[in-house]
């Protein structure tokens, strides 16, 4: 099977603070490949370095094999990558569709033809709206399109965010804390949609996750760093049964 996206031996310092130290991991085409680690253990410096938001010092990133270790944050896409934050990161006084459609624009053809309203732009146009109500379908949002985000709940905010990141059709998305803030509920559904748009759709999925519960219901395969290093990897069977991991994260819980 081939690696979408691979790290090797990445290290990220912040002045004195070694955020990662000597990185490495590997996200297989079509699978849910899960991050985790106790607080500062440097997952969302790593995610960062991933998704090309923070240059690393050392080590190399590559996407189907390629260097990209110099890309730019604004290649993402182009790699066929997209992402969401931890933080969420949406158009407020826009619709929920309007925030779909945003995420859509790289689909949108010839800008001249655009600007000019040809025949071509329209059914584009009309092309990207389809697409961008098929995946608020999929999303459960349908019933939201229309209301401006900031009014809805953070638990729909969230999935917003996640819909607008796939209407870029990316090969890969990545995901910062997608269940951070939400109640049991709105964890559970985006469970169910996380594992139905990579099914459905073959998108794959790199999810950094400091909640346990979540990476080991959804993810095929899982990577354990703290203090910035690599310390497990395996099946979610193998890393609920790690004695490194649950000292590591019984270690946060003592603390
Ligand atoms: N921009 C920054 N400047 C200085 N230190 C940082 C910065 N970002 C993260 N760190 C430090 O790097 C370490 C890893 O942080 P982070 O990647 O956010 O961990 P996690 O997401 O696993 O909680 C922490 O010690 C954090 O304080
Ligand atoms: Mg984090």
Known sequence: ????????????????????????????????????????????????V??????QDDGELYYRDKPITRSKPHHMVS?????????????????TLDNILIGAHR??????????????????ERALRRRALEIAEMLRLYDELDKLVKHLPYGLQKRVELARALAAQPEIILLDEPVAGCNDEETAQLEDIVRQFNREMGVTIMLVEHDMSMVMKVCDYIYVIDFGTNLAEGTPEEIQKNPDVIAAYLGEAVE
């Open 1 to 48: 099977m081939s690696n979408l996206l691979r790290c090797e031996c990445i290290s990220v310092n912040f002045g004195g603070v070694s955020a990662c130290n000597n990185i490495s991991l590997e996200v297989p085409e079509g699978k849910v490949v899960g991050l985790i680690g106790p607080n500062g253990a440097g997952k969302t410096t790593l995610f960062n």
């Open 50 to 55: 991933l998704s090309l938001f923070q240059m």
């Open 79 to 95: 790699h066929g990558m997209a992402r969401t934050f931890q933080n969420i990161n949406l158009f407020g006084e826009q619709s």
């Open 107 to 124: 689909h949108i053809g010839n800008p001249l033809a655009n600007i000019l309203s040809l025949p071509g732009a329209r059914s584009n």
